[in-house]
Each structure stands twice: as C-alpha cells, then as structure tokens.
C-alpha cells in the first residue's frame, strides 16, 4: 500500500474502549489468551491450505508463534507466521468492530458482566489488548501472492492509521505498548505465569523469549565467538516451546500407557499422589468432546475435598470448574474437558438453560456412573480397596444428582466394623432374621465401643459411618426408601439384647433406682429406663434417639446452637439405661441409703457418658477424683 490512511474505527459510539478495559473481562491478563488463541488459528489456517493445495510449503516454513516482552521498553509483541492480512482484510478484521454500535453491545449484555468468553467469538478478541496497552501495532503480511506489508497503528481511541509495513515474512506481528498500570505484563515471570494459565496446550508451538535477556545473551555470544578463533561454529542452542500441542486428551485412549496418565496428572494438577484411576472421554457424535477425569485420593474430611475441572475449547483454556457444563459433584475430581462444540457465545448465567449444555453435563454423568458400576461387576475387590476415598464422592454426587443417584444406589458400599464391605441389601439380608430394614451404625468406633461390643457379641454386624458427609447422605437414603431405617448404636437397646422382664418388676425397680439416682446426681429431669441384659457386665449406658441427635447435628452443622435452650435438644433427651442383672446396679438397689452408693450412682453415669460422647473438662476432673478414691477404698 503506497499511501498512509487514516480513518475512525467503524463504530457508533466512543464508549468501546472503556467496555473492553473496564467490564468485558473480569481478568485483565486473559488478552494473552486472546492474541496468542488468534495467533493459533492464523498458524492452523495456513497449515490447513497448504494440505488441501491452495498454498505451497517453503522450506523455511517452520510454523510457530512468539511472545516477547521488553522490560525495558515496557512492551509485549505476539507474532505468528499464519496466514497474515492484506489490507483490505485488516480493514474488515480490524477496523470494522463487528457490532452495530457500543451503546447496542451494551444494551444486549448488560447482564453478562461476568463472562470471560464472549469477546473472541464475537471479533473483539484483538480489541481485548486495549485494556492494558495505551497503543498498539499491528504489522502483518499476507501468505497470498503479491500482498503488501501493511502496518496499523492505534492509540485506544477510535482513530487509527494504516501504511505500508516492512514485514516480508507472511504472518502478523502485534506489538502492545503497555500503560502504566499493566507494566507486569513486561515482566518475564508474570507472562510465562498467564501462558502457563491459558496456552499450556494449544495446538502450535508457542515460545517465550525476554527481549532484554536475550540481547544482553547475544552480546555475550559475540564476545565468546571473538574469544573463540579456532571455532568454525557452536552448537546451536536448542529452543523448546512452553506448551503441549498434544495432549493426552487428544489421543486416542488405547495409545496411551498408564504412565502416561499419571505423569498428566501430575504436570497438570502438581499432585504427586497418584489418583486412584481415571476415565477417558471421547465422543464425536452427536457433539464432540474429549477429556479425562481423575478419582483423586480423598482426605478423611468432607470440607477438604476440593477438585478441579479444566475447560478447554480447541486446547485454549477457557476457565475451571463451569458448574452448567460439569455437575457440581464432578467438580469433587480433577481433570480436563475439551468440548469445542461448546456454545460460548453466550453468557455463562445462560449456559445452564442451553439443551446442548444440559446433554453434555449428562453424558459426563453417565460415563462416570458407567465407570463406577463396571468396576464394581466386575472388580468388586478393586472397587473395595478404593471404596474409602471413592465414598465421600459418590454420596455427594448421590445427594446432588437424581440420575446418577439412580445409577448408583445399587453400588454404595458400607464398611462394617469387622472391615468388610456390604451393599444394602447384602447387608439387610444377612440380618434379616435378628433386625429388619435396620441398618446399626457408629460414626465413633472408639467412643462408642462398648455399644458395639454388644451388637457383636450378638452377631449383629455394625457398619461405619464416620464421614461428614454420612448423615446427610442417611437421611436421603430413608427418603428415597421409606422401609429403610439408619439407627446409631447408641441411640436404644434392641430386643435381641434384652432378657423378657415383667412390666411390673420394670416399673417397680425403674421407679426405685430413678428415685435414687436423681437424688445421687440432684437431677431431676433425668430419664431413667431399667432393662435386663444378657450382657452382665454392662452396668449403665447413655441413649439418645436417632431423631433427637440428628437434629442436635443438623443445627451444629448450621451453627444454630446458640439460638436456642442448651437443653432443648440436650440432657433432658438422653435417657440413662440400667442393667437389672448387673452387680454394681443390684447393689445400689439394695443399699439405697449406703455410705458409698451416691458415689457409685455418681461413677455409673459418668461411665454411661464417657461411653456415649467425651466428658466435660468439669466432669472429668471430677471423674477422676472420684476414680482414685473409689480405688483407694480396695486398698483398706
């Protein structure tokens, strides 16, 4: 082009500029994704004519893009040796922004102020520059015979000028002079950090180079080429690209070895646990998609479980964890997704209406849930072994998911106290004869081992269920399946463990030793309940309704325990139960007013607590004490 040109950016309003700085993005570096995404396409596109003919290869075609940033001159230039543009193309591309006017634009997004991926699937991919850079160039050349250089120049306003370039290489080089605000992005470590985000897997080569380092590394060399006389040449230095321009996603799964799978993990996630296995997603119809989801080993606490789902479109980074597009318990894992069938021209908060979405977010399900049940059919012991770290996932998912809860519920597994595993119905069915549609649990082995000693002496298999997550996933479980009843060991004395006794010999003595324990312990609210059990050496146990204490566990759990009475759901709902065929119980029923029978009352009760939940720092101490005088009396 012989003549310079100057013109006004083809739009209906001034505020542009000030919508892409200010509201377009909500994070400013995500114009490198932007520019080195385009910069890509250039690349592909030249690649893609030169295989169906329309462009000859020349042997110095080595395809590629650079980023450079100049600490010194405080700039950032992106360039590719793709496709380039003639002038009348930049003039289309660059020049007219392709909306009917600012004030349009804003109208029809105002909602959107959220969403990163609108820009480049509506032209403004480049304008995105101008939220850090106060001018920018442009000096391109087409691959097509003939073309001219063009250079392009603005300066964030809607004026600009255009004249002939100097480039003689096809391909675009754009060049950011950075404001002050955004001189980071000069900065060698900040840019490779923003590469390493959004262009770790894009599909060509992409190079980082520090303009000031290098120039000061060139000069060196010079010095030691003069130093060296005798030296015909050196060892070119070998330049290795920042990312992967293919993926393990990308490959077919039977190409990739194990190793492989754990060394991605690994680079992608810095995890260096191994997960405990992975699913590898590959569809094409009726939309495409790729990725692979990791099973992470889980830590023992509900609140530290946290994963990451990457989205990709093409290998470009879009953003992790979309909720629309992954279901919220898949976000428990870690992993990548490349959907480029993905419709991100549209606002994330629409995303979740979008059908097309809403196939993609089931279709993860399902091959997720496809995973878990063939594994458990046909390596159910392999399934076992990770059943530990694998139960916090899928009971969430459970709880979140109606279909995959569907899938899913035959596969829940319940680890008993002997270390076995059972599903539901294995377990219903092995104790059917003793207990029905009752499931007996401990959330505690240890505090509440002298219930569970019991249950086995009965041989009533216990299932632990110790997770945070358990008690809300229980509640489900009894409203999906009415029939079904989850009950804590601690929360009532079944039939199994009692010997028959007359209701007039258990009120008789139930009154008489109520009479005198709440007397011993001035507690007049105490519930006291009398049963004969087989077991003798029981002397005393706490119970408490499963109603009441999952309510107490509802309202910790809200922390609502300060709005109301400390005994609403409390002591006044616990009910301490006596064992009538206990020596240290029949002793106190027969010297109610002996010396020693307060402080045995006192010591019974205090041992029923410790075995239902730790005691106080007061009652212990006080336990304590009464324990070494209680031993002192043996000695006399």
Not at 204 to 232: H, S
Not at 393 to 419: A, E, P
Request: negative net charge.
């Amino acid at each position: 082009m012989a003549a310079k040109k100057k013109g006004s950016l083809s739009i209906n309003s001034d505020n542009i500029f000030p919508i892409i700085k200010k509201w377009l993005y909500s994070d400013h570096d995500i114009f490198i994704r932007e520019v080195v995404s385009n910069a890509c396409d250039a690349v592909t596109k030249l690649r893609k004519l030169s295989m169906i003919g329309e462009y000859e290869e020349k042997s110095d075609d080595n395809y590629r893009i650079d980023v450079i940033a100049s600490p010194t001159d405080k700039t950032l230039t992106f360039i590719d040796n793709g496709i380039g543009m003639t002038a009348d193309e930049v003039n289309e591309y660059i020049n007219q922004i392709a909306f009917s006017g600012a004030s349009d634009f804003l109208e029809k997004y105002k909602d959107k102020a959220t969403d990163d991926q609108i820009i480049g699937h509506f032209g403004l991919g480049f304008y995105s520059t101008f939220m850090v850079a106060d001018k920018v160039t442009i000096n391109t050349l087409s691959y097509k015979d003939g073309a001219e250089p063009v250079f392009w120049e603005c300066d964030g306003g809607t004026d600009y000028t255009m004249s002939e370039g100097d480039r003689d290489v096809h391909g675009t080089e754009i060049t950011l002079y950075l404001n002050e605000d955004c001189f980071e992005f000069a900065n060698e470590y900040r840019v490779k950090e923003v590469l390493e985000k959004y262009c770790s897997f894009m599909p060509e080569e992409i190079f980082f180079t520090n303009a000031d380092a290098a120039k000061d590394e060139e000069q060196a060399e010079v010095v030691e080429a003069d130093a060296a006389e005798g030296d015909d040449a050196k060892e070119e230095s070998k330049e290795k690209p920042i990312n992967d321009t293919h993926p393990l996603w990308t490959k077919h799964p039977n190409d990739c070895t194990e190793e492989e799978y754990k060394e991605f993990y690994r680079k992608v996630f810095l995890d260096f646990k191994e997960p405990l296995f992975w699913i590898h997603l590959n569809m094409d119809y009726p939309f495409n998609l790729k990725g692979i989801l990791y099973f992470p080993r889980f830590n023992s606490e509900y609140e530290s479980l946290e994963g990451t789902i990457k989205l990709y479109n093409n290998q470009v980074f879009i953003a992790d964890n979309i909720k629309e597009v992954i279901p919220e318990f898949l976000l428990l894992l870690k992993g990548v997704i490349d959907c480029p069938d993905l419709p991100l021209n549209v606002s994330r908060s629409a995303l979740q209406n979008d059908g097309f979405v809403k196939k993609i977010s089931d279709y993860i399900t399902k091959k997720v849930a496809d995973k878990l049940s063939g594994m458990f059919k046909t390596e159910r012991e392999t399934y076992e072994s990770y059943w530990d770290d694998l139960s916090p996932f899928i009971k969430f998912g459970c709880l979140k998911d109606n279909k995959f809860d569907d899938k899913m519920k035959d596969y829940i597994l319940y680890k008993s106290v002997n270390d076995n595993y059972v599903t539901l119905p294995e377990y219903l069915e092995a104790g059917k004869e003793k207990y029905e549609n009752t499931v007996f649990y401990t959330d505690d082995e240890k505090v509440q081992s002298q219930y569970i000693n019991m249950f086995k002496e009965q041989e009533i298999d216990v299932v632990v269920l110790s997770h945070n997550i358990d008690t809300p996933y229980i509640t489900h479980q009894e409203q999906r399946d009415d029939k079904v009843k989850f009950t804590r060991v601690d929360s009532g004395v079944t039939d199994t463990f009692k010997e028959e006794i007359s209701e007039e010999e258990m009120k008789e003595t139930t009154d008489k030793l109520s009479e005198i324990f709440k007397k011993a312990l001035n507690n007049d609210k105490l519930t006291i309940k009398v049963e004969k059990l087989k077991n003798a050496s029981v002397s005393s146990m706490i119970t408490l309704s499963e109603e009441t204490r999952r309510m107490q566990d509802m309202m910790k759990a809200y922390s609502m325990g300060g709005m109301m009475s400390p005994d609403m759901f409390g002591g006044d709902q616990q009910t301490l139960v006596l064992n009538a065929n206990n020596d240290l119980v029949q002793f106190i029923m027969e010297n109610p007013e002996g010396e020693h029978t307060n402080m045995v009352c006192e010591q019974l009760y205090d041992l029923a607590r410790i075995a239902h939940t730790p005691l106080e720092a007061d009652a212990m101490t006080k336990f304590i004490a009464r324990s070494n005088e209680i031993l002192s009396l043996l000695t006399k």
